[in-house]
């Protein structure tokens, strides 16, 4: 069994260890491989996001707008036994094979020629892990011959590419507490750097970065103000400053169970040398225990990936109360406006505001909806940068008649957000960013709360409810210079897996209705479907082997709408699980 116990598992590790460092040098993904994923190398699926900044662009055209409609399966491979649930990751592709994580905590490493199964690992997750979410997995990373992921249980694991050992595990932090990992770790510089979950238990998010041949700490950086960061040599532990100020943002003692949860991971510009990752919703929800901004929840950071520091913040949502997470990709690319050309980041935020930050200093250049209804705000200031609120919010609870819950409002988007972990790609042909829509909102209350560790710390309540009755989804390519939605998909169910755009005029994504779908990326006439047998809510990617082009998608309905969604939930509910990986090529006649 792949479930190695302790001890054969620690005499592995000594002997991996030695082995991993000394082929890594020789062999395997290096650094320079990381920088030319995506553009410069088509051959491999190297990073999540497809390059390090996360634009989930390819510039392969055999696949394109003409010959699409010769797209068929070449082999489909099922994850198998009774773990179904949401298959929300990222294919990784390599030396000849594919690496998907699934749900549960289990990765495959399977031939891309084939299908074949070469190996699994079944991570053994113990009783009473507090994942939010559902039991998914977003993806892995490779460095040298290791591909690296993290766990429910809120540990990292390092497995040997070609046979599937443990080489290192390390615990990122303790389960029972609420923390758990599913987010795709990053590999910049010899450093794996990941976030953590947890935002709805009070942990208080951070930025890890460890060694990524040992999974030894290098830095740690909690993203609530009043925490003090660390980095650590040879042993050694060292105060690398506080983040922020305490108690400036943060009343009393709430910034220790602040939240910031950083489940979705980060991205990586090389030109700014900066590690761009969102922080979630400041913990409780309930907004009138912690007046205040609450920094740096709900904020776009830009941390140095050398030592943790922040470079700069920009927060999205002040204050947050409807737990509009603002951990949404940070996307870099070039933006041309007034004949200029901008070093700029895009971002599709929860809170239905499309933002284009500098992403040299985090200035603020536009901040545009892209849902039809917001409720809370009319938009945002581009000269303080802050969003002009409606003051639509929950109502107070200490503030109601009986002191046990507050006014119910109703709220758009819902917390599940204009947009939510499901990434969009920038296509720098058409200049346009694909991004994954929904539109829905929320009655939403307040109720007391106190903080209990590993127990949920909302202090609301909610209903998810969609706000028209024709489609939930929509697909939209925004032009980043102008705020514009250039053109529309819509989807009768929520929109749930991520987008990837070819230099073929092409944007794929997929549906909870089953089908993986492909749109002209000029106009957004659907080009092509296909049927997978369950909800398509992972990451589709592409590259060549043998001359020929292949795109890859998991399939597996579930994730957060499913046992969140409210009313959106009972109307999809006919949609049912599955769990296998698809692949296609164009047919050959
Ligand atoms: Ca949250």
Request: charged fraction near 20%; include cysteine; aromatic fraction near 12%.
């Amino acid at each position: 069994m792949m479930h190695a116990r302790f001890p054969m598992n620690r005499i592995a590790l000594g002997v991996s260890l030695l082995l991993g460092a000394a082929s890594a040098a020789v062999a395997g993904v290096t650094d320079q491989d990381l920088l030319n994923a995506g553009v410069k190398d088509t051959k491999s699926v190297l990073t999540w996001g497809i390059d390090y900044q996360g634009t989930r662009y390819s510039p392969l055209k055999q696949i394109n707008a003409d010959t699409i409609k010769d797209l068929v399966p070449a082999w489909t491979f099922s994850y198998g036994d009774e773990k179904q649930r949401g298959q929300e990751a990222q294919p990784l592709v390599y030396n000849g094979k594919i690496f998907v994580t699934a749900s549960y905590s289990r990765i495959y490493a399977v031939d891309a020629k084939t299908g074949k199964k070469l190996w699994v690992y079944e991570h053994r997750l113990p009783d009473g892990i507090l994942p939010c979410c559902d039991v998914i997995n977003r993806g892995a990373a490779l460095y040298g011959d290791l591909v690296i992921y993290s766990t429910l249980d809120a540990q990292l694991v390092a497995l040997n590419q070609e046979t599937g050992k443990v080489v290192w595990r390390e615990k990122m932090d303790n389960y029972k507490d609420g923390y758990s990992n599913s987010a795709a770790p990053i590999v910049v510089k010899g450093l794996v750097i990941t976030g953590v979950s947890g935002g709805e238990f009070g942990v208080v998010g951070r930025v890890d970065a460890r060694d990524a041949l040992t999974g030894k700490l290098v830095w740690t950086r909690p993203v609530i103000e009043g925490h003090m960061g660390y980095t650590f040599k040879d042993g050694q532990k060292t105060e690398a400053g506080l983040t922020g100020e305490t108690g400036k943002t943060w009343p009393g003692d709430l910034w220790k169970t602040g939240g910031g949860a950083t489940w979705l991971g980060g991205y990586y510009d090389p030109e700014t040398d900066s590690v761009l990752i969102g922080t979630g919703n400041p913990a409780p929800w309930n907004a009138h225990t912690r007046p205040g901004d609450n920094l740096y929840s709900t904020s776009s950071l830009a941390i140095n990936p050398a030592n943790g520091d922040i470079k700069w913040h920009y927060q999205n949502t002040p204050n947050d109360g409807w737990d509009f997470d603002g951990v949404n990709e940070m996307v870099s690319f070039d933006l041309k406006k007034d004949g200029k050309t901008v070093k700029a980041i895009g971002k599709a935020d929860r809170n239905g505001f499309f933002y284009v930050l500098d992403r040299t200093n985090g200035k603020l250049i536009s901040a545009t909806p892209f849902v039809t209804k917001q409720t809370w705000a009319t938009g945002v200031d581009l000269k303080t940068g802050r969003p002009i609120e409606t003051g639509v919010r929950p109502g107070d609870p200490s503030k109601s008649a009986d002191g046990k819950k507050g006014e119910t409002v109703f709220s758009a988007p819902s917390f599940l957000g204009g947009k939510n972990w499901m990434p969009m790609a920038y296509n720098k042909d058409t200049g346009l960013f694909y991004v994954p829509a929904n539109e829905w909102g929320m009655d939403i209350w307040n109720e007391p709360i106190t903080y209990k560790k590993g127990a949920a710390y909302l202090g609301a309540g909610f209903n998810i409810k969609p706000l028209y009755d024709d489609y939930i989804g929509a697909l939209r390519a925004i032009d980043p210079a102008t705020g514009k939605i250039v053109w529309e998909y819509k989807n009768y169910s929520p929109l749930w897996g991520g987008v990837l755009t070819t230099a073929g005029n092409l944007v794929f994504t997929g549906t909870p209705e089953g089908f993986l779908k492909a749109f002209d990326a000029k106009t957004g006439k659907e080009l092509w479907s296909y049927q997978t047998g369950s909800g398509v809510v992972g990451c589709p990617v592409t590259w060549e082997m043998d001359g020929e082009q292949y795109i890859a998608v998991p399939s597996g309905w579930g994730g957060a709408v499913p046992l969140w969604g409210g009313e959106v939930a009972k109307r999809i509910s006919y949609l049912t699980q599955g769990g296998s990986l698809w692949v296609f090529k164009l047919h050959k006649s």
